[in-house]
């Protein structure tokens, strides 16, 4: 089963790109990306019913450290049992 954006759940483990430093590519200066880890809390729904917009993330740490997850920055998830 393919999972998608979607058919995130409050508790389900959700990995999104973070932003990792800058390089210089080809003469550019590119941003480089990284995957991060953490555990969804908040999942928002458009107007309560529609379309999930974001979700709340607890990333971890000593004072569980906020993360957003968007369908921009997604990249997967799998349910913490």
């Known amino acids: 089963m393919n999972k998608t954006f979607q058919d995130i759940k409050p508790g389900d483990r959700v990995t999104i790109l973070v932003p990792a430093g800058k390089s ?3 003469g550019k200066i590119v941003q480089d ?3 991060a ?3 969804a809390v908040i999942v928002t729904r458009h107007n309560y019913i529609g379309p999930v ?3 709340a993330l607890n990333m971890g740490g000593r004072f569980g450290m906020p993360g957003v997850a ?6 997967g998830f799998g349910s913490i049992e």
């Open 24 to 26: 210089i590519k080809g």
């Open 33 to 35: 990306w990284k995957n």
């Open 37 to 39: 880890s953490g555990r």
């Open 53 to 55: 917009s974001h979700v």
């Open 70 to 75: 968007t369908p921009e920055n997604f990249v």
